[in-house]
């Protein structure tokens, strides 16, 4: 006779993601060291613009309640590393848990990592907590990326979800230069402030790091053009000179995603260097 397990003594999935890329002995960036596990799976990883191209992908629904995910990330020095997670990542349901990812992402001298996942949906009755600690050695470049979705709009659900804890703390060199906390609960004035100017907004977090950056005091102004009716963006530079701070709120998911394409082709002008394509381009 086979028994179940009462659910209080069901546990989540424990999945877990950990790269190093470095320089071989050709100069090409390669992942030197790689382990992952359920719910996690990588792709075969290509190279655009002298940039090695990993996909992240969850092929279950999503995250369930207690589900844990960590991920730890190395770029060493001269290597160039675009992570990213093509398909929307999901929080589900949960009765009285959490589900969690804590990661954590180090970038070293003369290294450069773009992290761009696709947008996070909360589902009605989630509670998400995800913490992100990024180390950019000084002369590193990172460009981090973080969208959000206010839940499943094209099922009506509409911030329905439990809560989100987001906390993410970025040093540059030995300088904790931001620290930032995103608690989100539905019925709460920050979410009434939102949806009196966009019922269904969608959001986008981006921390820059770069060099490049800090002799230019005026390097993001020209992303004001995208300011429209549809789009509030803002900007600010960190308390270290090389590291940039933006905020998008869009209307719905397509003018998110154009700001965010717009704002990512601009960054890489301030860069002076091509934009990665993130998929395979054919005959390559």
């Not at 979800?161 to 540059?172: A, M």
């Not at 981006?206 to 995208?226: G, M, Y």
């Not at 719905?252 to 002076?272: S, T």
Request: net charge neutral; charged share 25%.
């Amino acid at each position: 006779m086979t028994t179940t397990a009462p659910s209080s003594a069901l546990q989540g999935m424990s999945g877990h993601l950990r790269l190093i890329c470095a320089l071989d002995s050709r100069g090409v960036s390669t992942l030197r060291e790689q382990s992952f596990r359920a719910p996690i799976h990588l792709s075969k990883p290509h190279w655009d613009k002298d940039t090695l191209v990993l996909n992240v992908v969850n092929p279950t629904a999503g995250l369930l309640e207690d589900d844990r995910i960590t991920q730890d990330v190395l770029v060493e020095s001269g290597a160039r590393l675009l992570l990213t997670m093509p398909g929307a990542s999901r929080a589900h349901r949960v009765q009285s848990g959490w589900a969690a990812m804590e990661q954590r992402f180090r970038v070293a001298d003369g290294a450069f990592l773009e992290v761009l996942p696709e947008v996070f949906i909360p589902q009605a009755g989630a509670a998400y907590r995800q913490t992100t600690r990024l180390e950019v050695a000084e002369g590193g470049t990172l460009l981090f990326f973080e969208t959000l979705a206010p839940g499943r709009t094209a099922s009506g659900e509409v911030f329905q979800y439990r809560r989100l804890d987001w906390h993410t703390d970025l040093w540059i060199g030995e300088q904790h230069a931001a620290r930032e906390r995103l608690r989100l609960e539905p019925g709460t004035p920050p979410i009434a402030a939102l949806m009196e100017r966009f019922p269904t907004g969608y959001y986008a977090g981006i921390l820059a790091v770069s060099s490049r950056l800090e002799k230019v005091s005026r390097a993001l102004e020209h992303l004001n053009e995208l300011q429209s009716e549809e789009v509030w963006i803002g900007q600010s530079r960190l308390a270290h000179s090389s590291g940039w701070s933006l905020r998008i709120l869009a209307q719905n998911a397509p003018v998110l995603r154009d700001a965010v394409h717009k704002v990512r082709r601009g960054l890489y002008e301030q860069l002076g260097c091509e934009t990665p394509e993130l998929r395979r381009v054919a005959g390559r």
